[in-house]
């Protein structure tokens, strides 16, 4: 047997060897290499045979390969080779591999149209002056092009045409320092195998694209073009694979997204020379990166202690010279008013330094002591929104803002600035709802854009307000108020809608109303339908255990809602809008009547102890429901907790917060409308997924929900223009997505934090089992109250218990203190680990890792627990390192790896065809519901908290 396969093997070899020994060189191939030899000035470095005619051999000639009879490979690199190549170059048609760099070729680069077989291309260091137009075409196998240092039209410049978004298998493209211009092309951001991208060097102009928004890059290198790219640079945070980003060089403006800490395999980053603004983000400070420059931007506020192994941060204006040093509390308080008008250049190059009076900072006043009184802005094209954090400057007197571009809201804190006696606001486009500042105060508004108080607020052509409402046309609750506000004409600046605000009774109830258009637009617009909205509401979770309820809402498009409509007056068009620039939708409450049938019993969701949740249908067919409160419950809490939600909401924006995105206070109602999140509480998939049919939470998922939250939490701490307690986070009050992304929700027990370690007292609110102790016991919060509320949240991610359960035995009724008294034996915290859960022993290592952090979350002293900083890079080691469950890898069977991509597309699209074909076949015999049973649908829910 032995013998036979021997005498096999030598005969094959033998075959084999008579074909190469008889190979002869396809004639076309072997006329181009003889072109490119005769081209050269120096052939000599070939040391090809002088009368071969057989590159493919054997003998082979030196730097040639082939497949069969024909050339596959070409490598010369770095021989010093001069002169052309021959124009019909793309004739080699079995071309693979192609290593020209590094030598002195000059001349047109020949077109590679049609050298669908080409892979690598290496064509760098070399003297090409020109490139043709369809250079590009049909490279549909090319997986690395490297055109760098070549002076390509060099006085014209070149562009990426669109024929490269065809080689679907590109991963590795440089074009560095290779005259190529014009914008970045889109297209590079939507390749789908693109890992390296390095354009150094070259005069590319605008900014970053925003369909580079999650991109798979590894590398993106943009620095030092001509003239600098410009914008921002926000849409790098999303690029969550990049390990090397070099931007220096430019003018990219704006801030440093807060969200950058979420790049956690970056280790390289350059953004020396741009002009760069605001303060640096903690996230970017913990990063463990081997590189960071910062220098030459305008970055202010604090010297942050950088993690970076290498960082520099030279030729910014900090407010001090030395790492960790904190600036005056009066500097921070402008600076966050610099960050909300958007950093205009003439403030950032004049406010720098650590003293405003000192250093004459532009606009702003100081006394002989060295207070700031007077914030002096008329006429300085500010843009943007006001900061609450002016409040804080409790000496200012004067504050003159006319004639800018803000918008938004005023700051209620900015009534407690207590030698305020003069506030100009005259020419803007701020809207309510609108706080009440003290008689002593002299408010300065356009006609008709905002409230006039009859006591203190004059309009700009300096009158006096004088139409003041008696209490009977305002409400029974406002005999005693002080002051009314009343509406004076309309602005003379645009054509837009404004409200009044009252603030009424002895407790500041806001009563909104809006002035009702004249006939003639009326009649002009009459005909015009609301414009559809994409707010669905849904109930909270009914098993939450304080049974409030949620109202959240579908989807994030901010689309004309309606015009605001005056309580008791005749409605006005309903397809006008009123948009609050922070990003919320002051609703006409007739909107919501008509799409709810005026809130008729039969749409009813849910119904609580502060109000009623009612489904509706808007014109285009998406399901809504509103969360609206009875007048009969609107308690001073009630309208407290109602009135936070609107002012934090409209401060802090993060997508692991729930948005919101809709209010109504028209009269005595009270309405909230916020971002849908269809997948509802995670109570629900972690306590309640028996109950309601859905399958529950992988191990995955959880790691990556208490991420979000981490990162949510993180930025209401410490990111955010001001520094926020929750108060009431727990797993009811975090909302999931189709993606199971989650977010944090319902703020209406929030209140800012006190500076550094020092705690506020305040009445307890939130819910027992989240309490920390010091809390619970003595009612002191600070931003460690949250942490210890996240490290029970851990906990029941872990073990799928509730927080608080008096139907478990007593010893494990309370979570926390049970769980502290198994996590230290790994085989009782295995016993108590989630049973739903697989647990292999990588489960199990990341496991102990978040059982070991919930444990010091909730550590009894809020000094020895972390911050929310912590959790976010404990937690993103585990996301990154996580590998797919054996359950996620079913989503992709039958879809071979090894076809082209294109083709392996293919099949995927015509596999998911036949699954949508097949369920809404199914469907129609309703033997498989199209979605888990109802969230919406199942619910009632009482409010008790």
Not at 73 to 78: E, K, L, T
Not at 805 to 815: K, N, W
Request: net charge neutral; charged share 20%.
């Amino acid at each position: 047997m032995e013998t036979k396969t021997l005498i096999k093997i030598t005969i094959i070899l033998f075959l084999f060897s008579f074909s190469a020994v008889y190979s002869v060189t396809d004639p076309n191939d072997l006329a181009i290499l003889n072109q490119f030899k005769k081209g050269l000035q120096n052939p000599e470095l070939l040391k090809w045979p002088e009368n071969g005619n057989d590159p493919c051999g054997p003998p082979s000639w030196p730097h040639i390969f082939c497949s069969g009879n024909k050339v596959s490979q070409i490598q010369v690199r770095g021989l010093g080779l001069k002169g052309p190549l021959p124009q019909n170059f793309n004739q080699l048609s079995m071309l693979q591999n192609l290593g020209l760099q590094q030598n002195q070729f000059s001349g047109n680069l020949p077109s590679f149209n049609g050298l669908a077989k080409l892979q690598y291309a290496y064509l760098d260091y070399n003297n090409f002056d020109t490139i043709p137009s369809d250079f590009f075409k049909g490279l549909v196998s090319l997986e690395v092009l490297a055109l760098d240092y070549i002076p390509l039209n060099a006085s014209t410049g070149w562009s990426l045409p669109n024929d490269l978004q065809n080689s679907a298998q590109l991963k590795n493209l440089t074009l560095m320092n290779c005259n190529l211009a014009g914008p970045l092309p889109e297209f590079l951001g939507k390749m789908p195998s693109l890992e390296v991208l390095m354009m150094s060097l070259n005069k590319l102009t605008g900014g970053i694209p925003g369909s580079f928004e999650g991109s798979l890059l590894t590398t993106l290198w943009l620095n030092q073009q001509a003239d600098g790219m410009t914008g921002p640079i926000d849409v790098v945070s999303s690029m969550k694979s990049l390990t090397s980003l070099w931007l220096h060089g430019n003018h990219f403006s704006g801030k440093i997204p807060d969200d950058i800490g979420d790049l956690v395999s970056l280790h390289d980053m350059n953004l020396n020379g741009n002009d760069l603004v605001g303060l640096v983000p903690a996230s970017l400070a913990n990063m463990a990166l081997g590189h960071l420059d910062l220098n030459n931007n305008h970055f202010m506020g604090p010297m942050p202690k950088f993690k970076a192994v290498k960082a520099t941060y030279t030729s910014n204006p900090f407010c001090l010279p030395k790492e960790g040093d904190l600036c005056a509390s009066d500097v921070m308080a402008l600076l966050m008013f610099l960050d909300g008008v958007n950093y205009p250049p003439r403030l950032v190059g004049s406010w720098t330094g650590n003293n405003p009076c000192q250093n004459s900072w532009l606009g702003v006043g100081c006394d002989p002591n060295g207070k700031i009184i007077t914030l002096n802005l008329p006429n300085s094209k500010l843009s943007g929104t006001l900061s609450p954090s002016i409040a804080a400057i409790d000496s200012l007197t004067h504050i003159y803002l006319e004639s800018n571009n803000l918008s938004g809201l005023v700051p209620t804190n900015w009534t407690s600035l207590k030698y305020l006696t003069l506030l100009n606001l005259s020419e803007n486009d701020i809207t309510p709802p609108f706080p009440r500042f003290s008689s002593s105060v002299k408010v300065i508004l356009d006609e008709g854009s905002l409230l006039k108080s009859k006591n203190n607020i004059t309009s700009s052509n300096g009158s006096r307000s004088s139409a003041v409402p008696s209490s009977s046309t305002i409400g029974s609750n406002s005999t005693s108020a002080s002051s009314t506000y009343a509406s004076i004409g309309q602005k003379k600046r645009s054509n837009k809608l404004f409200a009044i605000v009252a603030p009424v009774g002895s407790f500041a109830v806001l009563v909104l109303l809006v002035l009702p258009l004249s006939i003639y637009f009326c009649k002009k617009r009459n005909n015009k339908k609301p414009a559809p909205s994409s707010l669905v509401v849904h109930p909270r979770d009914p098993s939450d255990s304080d049974s409030t309820i949620k109202i959240v809402v579908a989807n994030n498009t901010h689309r004309s809602v309606s015009s605001l409509t005056a309580s008791g007056s005749a409605s006005v068009d309903s397809s006008q809008s009123h948009m609050i620039k922070s990003g919320n939708l002051v609703i006409s409450v007739q909107v919501l009547r008509n799409v709810t049938k005026n809130f008729a019993p039969e749409n009813e969701l849910g119904r609580g102890g502060f109000g009623v949740v009612y489904k509706g249908e808007l014109d285009d067919g998406t399901k809504i429901a509103v969360k609206r409160m009875e007048s009969g419950v609107i308690s001073n809490k009630a309208l407290d907790e109602f009135q936070s939600e609107i002012a934090v909401l409209s401060k802090v924006r993060h997508r692991h917060l729930v948005s919101l995105l809709g209010y109504s206070t028209e009269g005595n109602e009270r309405i909230l409308v916020y971002e849908y999140l269809p997948q509802g509480a995670l109570s629900k998939h972690l306590f309640h997924w028996k109950k309601l049919q859905i399958e529950p939470l992988s191990w995955k998922r959880r790691l990556n929900i208490a991420l979000d939250v981490a990162r949510g939490m993180e930025y209401l701490h410490v990111l955010a223009h001001q520094s926020f307690i929750h108060r009431d986070l727990k797993s009811s009050n975090i909302l999931l997505g189709d993606d199971f992304r989650a977010k944090v929700s319902d703020f209406g027990l929030v209140k800012l934090a006190p500076d550094g370690e020092k705690s506020v007292v305040t009445r307890l609110a939130g819910t027992f089992g989240y309490l920390a102790p010091e809390y619970a016991v003595m009612g002191k919060i600070t931003t460690k109250s949250d942490v210890f509320s996240f490290g029970v949240v851990l906990m029941e991610l872990l073990t799928g218990m509730m927080a608080l359960d008096e139907t478990r035995p007593e010893e494990s009724q309370y979570l926390v203190s049970w769980f502290w008294q198994i996590k230290s034996s790994k085989e009782k915290l295995m016993a108590a680990i989630d049973p739903t859960l697989d647990m292999k022993q990588e489960t199990f290592d990341s496991i102990s890792i978040i059982s070991e952090l919930a444990g010091h979350c909730t550590a009894r002293e809020p000094g020895q627990r972390p911050d929310m900083g912590h959790a976010v890079n404990v937690l993103a080691s585990l996301v990154e390192k996580w590998k797919p469950i054996d359950d996620d890898t079913e989503e992709y069977s039958g879809i071979d790896y090894s076809l082209p991509l294109n083709q392996m597309v293919k099949d995927w699209q015509e596999a998911e065809e036949k699954d949508v074909s097949y369920m809404d076949l199914e469907d129609s015999k309703g033997s498989i519901p199209s979605r888990p049973a109802g969230f919406a649908e199942s619910f009632t829910s009482v409010d008790g908290r």
